[in-house]
Nanobody
Framework: QLQASGGGLVQAGGSLRLSCAAS????????MGWFRQAPGKEREFVAAINWRGIITYYADAVKGRFTISRDNAKNTVDLQMNSLNPEDTAVYSC?????????????????WGPGTQVTVSS
């Protein structure tokens, strides 16, 4: 099971830190990703991190502003979001897939959790 938290309302230029708690299996076997879906738009990939936490991949739209990290001891994956702008407004969800050591940017995931709303005001 995956559960995201940490969303909220923030002004443009501000920061938020999202966290996703995982349970039910060996967390360190899984690649973790963050996705987002804005109203009226399709879900889009945001960031991913491999099972060891040493390989990351970001969508161009967030590169340099967002940082994904994980703590395998706590079964959590975080998304630090800085320099937020109104275009970042969306429901953010975390996802997991068995890490087979293939390209971290792959957007195929097997498990999803409910999202957390992030709203950035201008």
């Amino acid at each position: 099971q995956l559960q995201a938290s940490g969303g909220g309302l923030v002004q443009a230029g501000g920061s938020l830190r999202l966290s996703c708690a995982a349970s039910g299996d060996t967390f360190s076997n899984y690649r973790m990703g963050w996705f987002r879906q804005a109203p009226g738009k399709e879900r889009e990939f945001v960031a991913a991190i491999n099972w060891r936490g040493i390989i990351t991949y970001y969508a161009d739209a967030v590169k340099g502003r967002f940082t994904i990290s994980r703590d395998n001891a706590k079964n959590t994956v975080d998304l630090q979001m800085n320099s937020l702008n109104p275009e970042d407004t969306a429901v953010y969800s975390c996802a997991a897939r068995w890490d087979d050591n293939t390209w971290v940017g792959s957007q195929k995931y097997d498990y999803w959790g409910p999202g957390t709303q992030v709203t950035v005001s201008s």
